[in-house]
């Protein structure tokens, strides 16, 4: 049994702060945990190791830390890094000459002491080919093992995106193995953007809270004007993709071998099987890290202020009789919880193809005890409506286990307004009143949050830590209908619909999400349209001339 463990997007600063220095103890105090029982290791960082492409005597410094830290962890087994964003750019995003070639000075400053660690660096240049063909001595491969640089940026002076170039695909074609028949080898290749959307990040407004000083208010200018001109610009999707993603889709299914793609850059973890419609195509695993080396927030849509913080993690894949890909949460200190596992993927070799193997839709069993005995929340839309919002009454009860948190806080999005709320974890009621909380219009709703074409309204629970039971009802006066739910796994974005219990008494209409055994990090949604146009038309099929059905 062969494991790698994938990680990407560390985004180290220069110098390790004394916060970092305990997030990457954690790390690798999991890390090491997870290489028990393996019987082969190979650690890869799909780019983003610091973030930004600057202070190169300071990198080289914390970059030796680091290193024989993980190097440490994994009992010296191969670790191989390519470049990011990050590393070809300052904070990731504007382009110079001298930021161009940075991640090549670290490795040339590195060479030395990554060479006696066992650590590969992959400093490409920018105008030669931009794939490799790997070869990791004293590991038994039932693969191919290839790098694909995506970095480089076509024009232009600010993007977080980069260029997958259909030559480099093709090279990579001519460098591998001709497949036999009997014995088609998969492939994995890594490289740092996407090749599809991901969960979460693809309706995200872009982040520039990296960039320092001047940088940050010139970007911020930036986008707020562009915003005006042009629709999304100044969302990630737009501003992070790859160009050439859907050729690149293409020429993978056309290697007639299954192939497993590592990347990050999206800091979400998640898994998706595309399927070759061709005869003779291959199937590809994209696999998505999140990052290694933040304390990322996870916004349900572009209403949210502040994120649902999430912990950093890392993803396993191990290579045997079957391919299974697990994704590993772990805590920023050794006080702040245990680390989750949870299983992303699960896929058999036959043939050019992958054969799922469907994964449970919660993170892994644990054998301790759930944190709390219970997270309920009752939500209750009331009063009359004068300016197009409704009055929200919400009654919290929230138990603990003797060893568990002795705190809960939480916060919740009003018009104008972040609210947060302090709990007590007894299993006694808490109760909130919010005047004018509830927006009924969606005219109501661009007024309250500055959303143009706002069209939900909705209430929500977020289950912080592993729970006997998570509970999210609500009640509502006649007029508000169509209620509909979710249950959200934070820590992947992976979101699905909810069974919901709804009960008719003369206080109303109550719907209840009830989720047992409910995982941490995850968020249950209770949700309506807005009043606005009918859901249900009713439509009238006129004949040629208008005049009635035809014959």
Not at 416 to 428: A, C, F, H, P
Not at 503 to 532: E, Q, Y
């Amino acid at each position: 049994m062969t494991k790698i463990f994938h990680l990407s997007d560390l985004h180290l600063p220069s110098t390790l702060s004394p916060e970092i220095e305990v997030l990457l103890a954690s790390l690798a105090k999991e890390l090491a945990a997870q290489v028990q029982g393996a019987r082969d290791c190979l650690v890869v960082i799909t780019g983003d190791l610091f973030t930004s492409a600057a202070d190169l005597a300071a990198q080289v410094t914390t970059a030796r830390q680091v290193l024989k830290l993980l190097s440490k962890a994994v009992h010296g087994a191969p670790i191989i890094i390519l470049p990011g964003n990050h590393d070809r750019r300052l904070a990731g995003t504007i382009r110079s000459e001298n930021a161009s070639t940075h991640f090549a000075r670290l490795a040339e400053a590195l060479h030395d002491y990554a060479e006696e660690m066992g650590v590969l660096f992959l400093p490409f240049s920018l105008d030669g080919a931009l794939v490799r063909v790997l070869e990791v001595s004293g590991i038994p491969w039932h693969a191919d093992l290839a790098v694909l640089d995506t970095t480089r940026l076509l024009s232009g002076c600010f993007s977080s995106g980069g260029l997958i170039r259909a030559e480099d695909l093709l090279l990579l074609r001519s460098l591998l193995p001709e497949a036999k028949p009997d014995q088609v080898r998969p492939l994995i290749l890594l490289m740092h953007h996407h090749l599809v959307p991901t969960p979460v990040t693809d309706r995200g407004s872009i982040d520039v809270g990296m960039l320092e000083g001047v940088y940050r208010f010139f970007a911020r200018m930036l986008l707020r004007g562009l915003g005006r001109l042009v629709a999304n610009i100044d969302h990630e999707e737009i501003m992070m993709t790859a160009m050439g993603a859907g050729t690149a889709l293409s020429i993978l299914h056309s290697l007639k071998r299954p192939v497993l793609v590592l990347h990050g850059h999206k800091h979400y973890p998640g898994a998706r099987l595309l399927t070759g419609v061709g005869e003779a195509d291959g199937d590809i695993v994209l696999l998505s890290a999140g990052s290694a080396g933040l304390l990322e927030n996870w916004n349900v849509n572009e209403r949210e202020e502040k994120g649902v913080p999430i912990w950093p993690s890392f993803n396993v894949v191990t290579l045997g009789s079957s391919v299974s890909m697990e994704r590993v949460l772990f805590p920023i200190c050794e006080n702040s919880g245990r680390s989750s596992v949870r299983s992303l993927a699960h896929v058999f070799q036959r043939g050019t193809r992958w054969v799922n193997h469907p994964v449970p839709a919660t993170p892994n069993p644990t054998a301790s005890a759930a944190a709390l005995t219970m997270n309920h929340a009752s939500y209750s839309v009331e009063g009359t409506v004068d300016d197009g919002r409704y009055d929200l009454s919400l009654s919290r009860w929230v138990g603990r286990r003797a060893d568990s948190p002795t705190t809960y806080e939480e916060q919740i999005k009003l018009p104008g307004e972040v609210r947060t709320l302090s709990l007590s974890m007894d299993g006694k009621e808490n109760i909130f009143h919010f005047p004018r909380a509830i927006c009924r219009t969606s005219l109501s709703a661009e007024s309250a949050h500055g959303i143009v074409g706002e069209s939900y309204e909705w209430v929500s629970l977020l289950n912080r830590y592993d729970s006997d039971e998570a509970l999210l009802s609500l009640r509502v006066p006649p007029e508000i209908d169509h209620i509909f739910g979710s249950v959200i796994d934070i820590g992947s974005g992976a979101e699905c619909p909810a069974a919901i219990t709804p009960v008719s008494t003369d206080a109303g209409r109550t719907f209840t999400i009830r989720v047992p055994h409910c995982p941490a990090r995850t968020l249950l949604r209770l949700m309506w349209p807005l009043k606005n146009e009918p859901l249900k038309i009713p439509v009238r099929f006129l004949g040629k001339h208008g005049s009635g059905p035809t014959s």
